[in-house]
C-alpha cells in the first residue's frame, strides 16, 4: 500500500486510531484524526495526538470532513451506519479499518483468531506457544496492542497472532491471514447487529479472502470455514480431528494425546482452547514436546475460569469475563463437579431460562445477584435451590455454606457487569476479594 503524499482520516481517538495515524505518518501521509465524543472528555488525547503533529477534531466539527481524503480508517467501536462513518465514506476513495491498514503494510505471516469466547485465552496459548517452540511471536488486535502498533514497530517476528473481533471485520477488505481460528458462535452484540445473522456473518468474513495453503481452524459443530482446508475440534462431540475424553486430547490423525488433566486450565471449554492452539502448533511445525511445556506452564487470562483459591476442598474460579449466556453454558459444561454457581449482574434482555435443563444437570444451588437477580430465581428456582445476595461479598458467604469438599464455587455471570461495576474486570477483582475475605471466617 502506496500512503507516500495521500489524505488519511484516521475516525476514532482510542488506542487504535493512534496506532493507525502513527502508522501511517511513518509511511509518508497526511493524516488528520476525528472522534465525535466532546472534546472536554477529549482533551488528553488533543494533547496526544498533537504530540505526532496530528489534529484532532472533536464533537459535532467531527461530523462534517469538508475535504476529500484517499482513505479514511474507521476504529473497530465505531458502527459503520454512525453518521461520523457515513459522513466519511461520502468523502473517501476508500474506507478501511485498522486491521486491514496494518495488514496492507505488514509481512510478517499473520495468525487470527475469533469466536464469541475463548478468543483472549487461545491468542495467548497460540502465542506462548509459538515462543515456547523456539519461534518469536506477538500478541495484538483486540487482546490488546493493535495490529498496527507491532508493524510501526518494525519489530522481527516470525508470527504476529491476532484476536479479531467482529466489529474489527466488518472492515477487512484483502486481509487474509495464513492460519484462521474459528473457536464458537452465539447470540451476541444484538445491541450492534440488526440480528443474529447479521453478527454470525460479520465473523464469518476471517474466511473472506481465501488463498491456496492457508488454514481454517474451526469448532466442528459449526460448519464453518468450508472453502479452506480445515482441520475441526470439539469436546463435546466426536468427529472432529481433535476431540477430548478422559481428561486427554486426542489427534487420531497422528494417534498422539495431550494430557490436558495436567494443566491449570479448568473445563472442556478450555480443553477446546489448548484443542485449536495445537491445530495452529502442527501447522506450522512446532513439536508436541515444546507446545506441552507452553500448556502446562500456561496460566488463565485473569476472569476467565480464573483459580482464585481453595478452601477446606471447595474451589472457587472467577469467570467474570462470562458476559453472555454462552460464556455461562460453556463454563457449567466443562466441569464435573457438582458446582455451586453465582450468576447474575445486568439485565440486558437475555433469555437465562434456555439454560434451566443444564442448571438442573449441574449445578446444586444458585446465588442470584443484580438487576436480573429475581428473573434468574424465577427461572430456575423449580430445579434448584436460589438465593438471592445483595453484593459479592453476601454471594461468597452464601456459596461457601452451600458447598461441600470436592465442590467448585464458581463466578460465572452470563452478563455484563454494568449495573454494579465499572466492567468485568472490576466485577472480578470484587469476586476475588469477596473470597479473600472467607479465609477468616
Same mark, same amino acid.
Given at each position: 500500500?502506496?500512503?507516500?503524499?495521500?489524505?488519511?482520516?484516521?475516525?476514532?481517538?482510542?488506542?487504535?486510531?493512534?496506532?493507525?495515524?502513527?502508522?501511517?505518518?511513518?509511511?509518508?501521509?497526511?493524516?488528520?484524526?476525528?472522534?465525535?465524543?466532546? /472534546?472536554?472528555? %477529549?482533551?488528553?488525547?488533543?494533547?496526544?495526538?498533537?504530540?505526532?503533529?496530528?489534529?484532532?477534531?472533536?464533537?459535532?466539527?467531527?461530523? $462534517?470532513?469538508?475535504?476529500?481524503?484517499?482513505?479514511?480508517?474507521?476504529?473497530?467501536?465505531?458502527?459503520?451506519?454512525?453518521?461520523?462513518?457515513?459522513?466519511?465514506?461520502?468523502?473517501?476513495?476508500?474506507?478501511?479499518?485498522?486491521?486491514?491498514?496494518?495488514?496492507?503494510?505488514?509481512?510478517?505471516?499473520?495468525?487470527?483468531?475469533?469466536?464469541?469466547?475463548?478468543?483472549?485465552?487461545?491468542?495467548?496459548?497460540?502465542?506462548?506457544?509459538?515462543?515456547?517452540?523456539?519461534?518469536?511471536?506477538?500478541?495484538?488486535?483486540?487482546?490488546?496492542?493493535?495490529?498496527?502498533?507491532?508493524?510501526?514497530?518494525?519489530? $522481527?517476528?516470525?508470527?504476529?497472532?491476532?484476536?479479531?473481533?467482529?466489529?474489527?471485520?466488518?472492515?477487512?477488505?484483502? +486481509?487474509?491471514?495464513?492460519?484462521?481460528?474459528?473457536?464458537?458462535?452465539? =447470540?451476541?452484540?444484538?445491541?450492534?447487529?440488526?440480528?443474529?445473522?447479521?453478527?454470525?456473518?460479520?465473523?464469518?468474513?476471517?474466511?473472506?479472502?481465501?488463498?491456496?495453503?492457508?488454514?481454517? *481452524?474451526?469448532?466442528?459443530?459449526?460448519? *464453518?470455514?468450508?472453502?479452506? /482446508?480445515?482441520?475441526?475440534?470439539?469436546?463435546?462431540?466426536?468427529?472432529?480431528?481433535?476431540?477430548?475424553?478422559?481428561?486427554?486430547?486426542?489427534?487420531?490423525?497422528?494417534?498422539? $494425546?495431550?494430557?490436558?488433566?495436567?494443566?491449570? %486450565?479448568?473445563?472442556?471449554?478450555?480443553?477446546?482452547?489448548?484443542?485449536?492452539?495445537?491445530?495452529?502448533?502442527?501447522?506450522?511445525?512446532?513439536?508436541?514436546?515444546?507446545?506441552?511445556?507452553?500448556?502446562?506452564?500456561? /496460566?488463565? =487470562?485473569?476472569?476467565?475460569? /480464573?483459580?482464585?483459591?481453595?478452601?477446606?476442598?471447595?474451589? +472457587?474460579?472467577?469467570? &467474570?469475563?462470562?458476559?453472555?449466556?454462552?460464556?455461562?453454558?460453556?463454563?457449567?459444561?466443562?466441569?464435573?463437579?457438582?458446582?455451586?454457581?453465582?450468576?447474575?449482574?445486568?439485565?440486558?434482555?437475555?433469555? +437465562?431460562?434456555?439454560?434451566?435443563?443444564?442448571?438442573?444437570?449441574?449445578?446444586? &444451588?444458585?446465588?442470584?445477584?443484580?438487576?436480573?437477580?429475581?428473573?434468574?430465581?424465577?427461572?430456575?428456582?423449580?430445579?434448584?435451590?436460589?438465593?438471592?445476595? $445483595?453484593?459479592?461479598?453476601?454471594?461468597?458467604?452464601?456459596?461457601?455454606?452451600?458447598?461441600?469438599?470436592?465442590?467448585?464455587?464458581?463466578?460465572?455471570?452470563?452478563?455484563?457487569?454494568?449495573?454494579?461495576?465499572?466492567?468485568?474486570?472490576?466485577?472480578?477483582?470484587?469476586?476475588?476479594?469477596?473470597?479473600?475475605?472467607?479465609?477468616?471466617?
Amino acid at each position: 500500500m502506496e500512503l507516500t503524499g495521500k489524505k488519511v482520516a484516521v475516525l476514532g481517538a482510542g488506542g487504535s486510531g493512534f496506532a493507525a495515524a502513527a502508522l501511517a505518518i511513518s509511511h509518508g501521509a497526511t493524516v488528520a484524526v476525528y472522534d465525535s465524543g466532546d /472534546e472536554s472528555r %477529549l482533551a488528553s488525547a488533543v494533547d496526544r495526538f498533537a504530540g505526532i503533529g496530528v489534529v484532532l477534531t472533536c464533537g459535532e466539527e467531527a461530523l $462534517s470532513p469538508g475535504r476529500k481524503f484517499d482513505v479514511t480508517v474507521i476504529s473497530p467501536g465505531i458502527d459503520e451506519r454512525w453518521p461520523i462513518a457515513q459522513a466519511f465514506i461520502e468523502v473517501s476513495d476508500e474506507f478501511i479499518g485498522e486491521i486491514e491498514l496494518a495488514d496492507r503494510l505488514n509481512d510478517i505471516p499473520v495468525i487470527a483468531v475469533t469466536g464469541t469466547n475463548g478468543k483472549t485465552t487461545t491468542t495467548s496459548l497460540i502465542t506462548d506457544m509459538i515462543n515456547g517452540g523456539g519461534k518469536h511471536a506477538v500478541a495484538a488486535g483486540n487482546i490488546g496492542r493493535p495490529y498496527s502498533d507491532v508493524v510501526l514497530s518494525g519489530q $522481527s517476528f516470525d508470527w504476529i497472532v491476532l484476536e479479531v473481533s467482529s466489529f474489527q471485520l466488518e472492515t477487512i477488505r484483502s +486481509f487474509s491471514p495464513e492460519v484462521a481460528v474459528w473457536m464458537n458462535f452465539a =447470540p451476541d452484540h444484538l445491541d450492534r447487529y440488526e440480528s443474529l445473522e447479521d453478527y454470525r456473518q460479520a465473523k464469518l468474513r476471517i474466511f473472506k479472502n481465501a488463498g491456496e495453503g492457508k488454514l481454517a *481452524v474451526c469448532k466442528l459443530e459449526d460448519n *464453518v470455514g468450508g472453502a479452506w /482446508e480445515r482441520k475441526t475440534f470439539s469436546a463435546f462431540a466426536e468427529g472432529g480431528d481433535f476431540r477430548y475424553k478422559g481428561g486427554l486430547i486426542h489427534h487420531d490423525a497422528t494417534s498422539r $494425546s495431550f494430557d490436558f488433566s495436567k494443566a491449570d %486450565l479448568q473445563g472442556k471449554h478450555n480443553a477446546e482452547n489448548v484443542m485449536a492452539a495445537l491445530a495452529v502448533a502442527d501447522r506450522i511445525g512446532l513439536e508436541w514436546g515444546a507446545v506441552a511445556k507452553a500448556v502446562l506452564s500456561f /496460566e488463565a =487470562p485473569a476472569h476467565r475460569c /480464573e483459580k482464585v483459591g481453595e478452601i477446606d476442598g471447595v474451589l +472457587f474460579l472467577n469467570d &467474570s469475563k462470562s458476559t453472555n449466556l454462552h460464556s455461562l453454558e460453556s463454563a457449567l459444561a466443562g466441569h464435573e463437579n457438582p458446582i455451586v454457581l453465582i450468576a447474575g449482574g445486568k439485565q440486558k434482555g437475555l433469555n +437465562f431460562d434456555q439454560l434451566t435443563e443444564l442448571i438442573r444437570e449441574k449445578v446444586k &444451588s444458585v446465588i442470584c445477584i443484580g438487576e436480573i437477580a429475581d428473573d434468574i430465581s424465577k427461572f430456575w428456582s423449580p430445579v434448584v435451590q436460589c438465593q438471592v445476595a $445483595s453484593n459479592l461479598n453476601e454471594a461468597a458467604r452464601l456459596a461457601v455454606g452451600e458447598a461441600e469438599r470436592g465442590d467448585i464455587v464458581l463466578f460465572s455471570p452470563g452478563t455484563s457487569s454494568y449495573d454494579m461495576f465499572s466492567g468485568y474486570e472490576a466485577r472480578g477483582e470484587a469476586f476475588k476479594s469477596a473470597v479473600n475475605n472467607l479465609h477468616g471466617l
